[in-house]
């Protein structure tokens, strides 16, 4: 059964101007090996506990492997029944919980940590239409329990509680600078900042939809993903990476040491000084050069 939803007051505050200037260093990654077989990856993310999980949208499946390459279970297939996929786009996970956006089926579905199907979350045909979000490409969870929702086909994010019921939502078009033109990932922070990926810059909100930060880049971004406070940002054949618990936010352009690569890159991410990139048809590991 779908979650009932409740429509809560709004109150924005003001909203902040900052832009943050990102002064681009390079560091060097080489190339260690690689393990993974999908069809058409769409998405991955690794949890602190150390297990990936990646859409394909080739088999409309979710898969869990360990750091070694392991498969240890995956879900879905084709299909409208819980559970099922039609084009995975997107996948969030926590020790806990695995979420992964359905987004032609216009929907969040969550599992348990080993891809047993919890609930789904479908606001499409909302009488409401501040909560209806459609093809979502990106989701994530905060600290706090909250689910953001890259809302695809009104270009906003919609926010809802740990129970699945509606909040705000925010980057709309009465968002002014912050107005989202074209976003295609997201992430949150640990302190509860929302990471937004539109076009060629990384659009940045506080947990009440102020926005806060606007990061400009040379390249359309294709992947944005925050592992404890790593984050990185790629787009099909460059990646940055940046360390958030820093005051200032430097973005640093790595170099990748290797023999040949899969492009495009789909997503990277960073997880126990180790470089991870997810192309479509495997992961590709990377370590710092000495």
Known sequence: MFPRFFFRSIVFLPLIFLFHSTEIYSQTFVYSNSFGKFKSATSFTITSVGFFYITDSGTDEVYKLDTLGNLLKYAGGYGWDEGLFDNPADV??????????????????????????IWQLYTRNSDTTAQRFGYPLGCSVSS????????????????????????????????????LNDPKKLAVSENNEIYVADGNRIVIFDQYGNGISIIKMNDKISGLRIIFNNLTVNSDSTIYQANLNLHDLSLSKIKLITSDI?????????????????????????????
């Open 92 to 117: 969030y996970a926590n020790p806990l919980s695995v979420y992964v956006c359905d987004k032609n089926n216009h929907r969040i579905e969550r599992f348990d940590k080993d891809l047993n199907f």
């Open 144 to 179: 706090q329990g909250d689910l953001y929702v890259l809302d695809s086909e009104n270009k906003r994010i919609v926010k809802f509680d740990l129970f699945g019921n509606f909040n705000l939502n925010f980057g709309g078009y009465d968002a002014g600078i912050y107005s």
């Open 262 to 290: 899969s492009y495009p890159i789909i997503e990277s991410l960073i997880f126990n000084n180790k470089l991870y990139v997810l192309t479509r048809n495997n992961i590709e590991v990377f370590i710092p050069s000495n």
